[in-house]
């Protein structure tokens, strides 16, 4: 069955660590994204790429980094930067077609943990 | 830019219950998409329904419906006789439909702050 899969489920960081979380879709959509979810407020978008080898800075892009060497894989690295990592991060693809909009297709997330 | 306010952060209601929730946006494009989604508990964002802007049909789908209105910018959500499955929290969604240079759709969603559903037995 095509979809996407975010890996791992549950992940724990410690102080000063970078980690990296898994997205990978079968679905051979164009677009990707990453998404920030915290109580109370929302999904938040960290970065996004329509195409490989590109990608661009959503609303709260500080302290994390992404690549896209691959249509089927858009990996976050969550670093040391990031002051404040403990959330829920979704990922999502969507196909790009000329001035229709699909909406996204998402993965299962990823609950990240600073111990 | 664009900007989507649920104002309804949680709701609970007892099973049997008809629920609607609320979604208004603001956009200045006058090409644009709503989409309602229904997070689980299990966390994953399941899509529920899209709309453009030049459909204001009000759409059905077994116990859900959704009203459109241009005039107010409000997309709403109705759940007619709740049930215990129905708890989640429900997100609504606005896209602009952009076009790029290669002249495709560009497709970023901006998302409410979500409303939690509580459907008691």
């Known amino acids: 069955d095509g979809g996407i899969t975010q890996s791992p489920k549950y992940l724990f960081r410690k102080e000063g660590q970078n980690v990296t979380l898994s997205c990978e879709q079968n679905?051979?959509?164009?677009?990707m994204y990453w998404y920030r979810q915290d109580p109370g407020q929302g999904l938040r978008l960290i970065y996004y790429?329509?195409?490989?080898?590109?990608?661009q800075k959503g609303d709260i892009a500080e302290g994390y980094s992404v690549s896209r060497e691959k249509k089927e894989s858009f990996p976050l690295t969550v670093t040391s930067a990031q002051k404040n990592p403990t959330a829920f991060y979704l990922c999502?693809?969507?196909?790009?077609?000329?001035?229709?909009?699909?909406?996204?297709?998402f993965g299962s997330g990823t609950r990240l943990t600073v111990v | 830019a664009q900007k989507v306010t649920q104002a309804q952060t949680e709701i609970s209601v007892v099973e049997k219950e008809d629920v609607t929730l609320d979604c208004v946006y603001e956009?200045?494009?006058?090409?644009?998409?709503l989409f309602w989604y229904k997070q689980p508990p299990s966390g994953e964002l399941v899509f529920l329904i899209r709309?453009?802007?030049?459909?204001?049909q009000n759409e059905i789908s077994g116990r859900y419906s959704w009203n459109f209105q241009k005039s107010t910018s409000s997309f709403n959500f109705t759940i007619t006789a709740s049930q215990v499955v129905d708890s989640a929290v429900y997100f609504c969604?606005?896209?602009?439909?952009?076009?790029?240079?290669?002249?495709?759709?560009?497709?970023?969603?901006?998302f409410g702050q979500g409303t939690i559903l509580t459907v008691h037995p």
């Open positions: 999502a693809s969507s196909p790009l077609h000329a001035g229709y909009n699909y909406g996204y297709t």
């Open positions: 679905l051979n959509h164009d677009a």
């Open positions: 790429s329509q195409i490989v080898n590109d990608f």
């Open positions: 956009t200045r494009d006058t090409t644009y998409y």
């Open positions: 709309r453009n802007s030049f459909d204001e």
């Open positions: 969604a606005l896209s602009d439909s952009g076009l790029n240079a290669g002249g495709t759709s560009y497709g970023k969603l901006t």
